[in-house]
């Protein structure tokens, strides 16, 4: 078990208010796929004040509408008090995934990429693919969009790895959310930049998953 518990305040960009979650807990763990029996590492956040809603200030809304953009999240039954992610890319084979760099033949270690109707479907029984909401309630833990791309990636890749994330190649992550026929919301982490990229994605192309356990 490992357990952080930074705080989280209020803090003021370009004159608009961006909420954080107060503060939480991590809980490292570990999940076995029965379908081929692969294990990968978890990561559980436990979160003290989840009441209200997350604010969140996207620069990288200039991609998708053509300005910067200040998003609410709400989640249907509030914010979850506990939220699991898998801290390794999902590497279950199908038909249609493919390997990601220059991994060895059965993708390791980092796992596989998927086209967005297959991630849709890949993640094994109990889990599911992240939401654009969870994508930031993740952020919203670690300092906002601006920030939370450093926390997430090891030192590797010039982070910090705080949140036990562990992305150790640039990598964009699908998320379940769709624009339209043709493509949907994505994440992207890279050796560059602090923040996390949000993005507009083919749904024709080959992303990572993580995959987020149901609550």
């Known amino acids: 078990m490992n357990l952080q518990n930074p705080l989280r305040g209020i803090s003021i960009l370009c004159g608009l208010i961006i909420l954080s979650i107060s503060s939480y807990a991590q809980e490292l763990g570990s999940f076995v796929d029965p379908r081929d029996n692969r294990s990968y590492e978890t990561v559980m956040y436990s ?3 989840n009441s209200g809603s997350i604010s969140d200030l996207d620069e990288y809304s200039t991609y998708l ?3 910067a953009a200040t998003f609410e999240v709400n989640f249907e039954n509030g914010i979850p008090s506990t939220i699991t992610w ?4 999902l590497n279950f084979e199908t038909s249609e995934s493919k390997c990601k760099y ?3 033949p059965d993708c390791n270690p980092y796992g596989r990429l998927y086209t967005w109707s297959e991630a849709m479907e890949v993640c094994p029984a109990g889990w ?5 909401n969870e994508w930031f309630l ?3 833990l670690y300092g906002s969009i601006a920030e939370a791309g450093k926390n997430l990636k090891t030192k590797s890749l ?3 790895n705080t949140s036990l994330f562990s992305v150790v190649k640039p990598s964009i992550f699908w998320s379940s959310s769709d624009l339209d026929g043709e493509s949907a919301l994505d994440w992207k982490v890279n050796y ?3 923040k996390l990229q949000r993005w507009k994605g083919g749904k024709n192309l080959f992303n990572s998953v993580r995959c987020v356990k149901d609550y």
């Open 192 to 194: 560059r930049w602090d």
């Open 128 to 132: 599911h693919l992240p939401s654009d």
């Open 47 to 49: 979160i003290d004040n």
């Open 158 to 160: 010039n982070g910090t």
């Open 65 to 67: 509408t053509g300005e």
């Open 86 to 89: 898998m801290s390794q890319n």
């Open 102 to 104: 220059d991994s060895s």
């Open 138 to 140: 993740l952020a919203s």
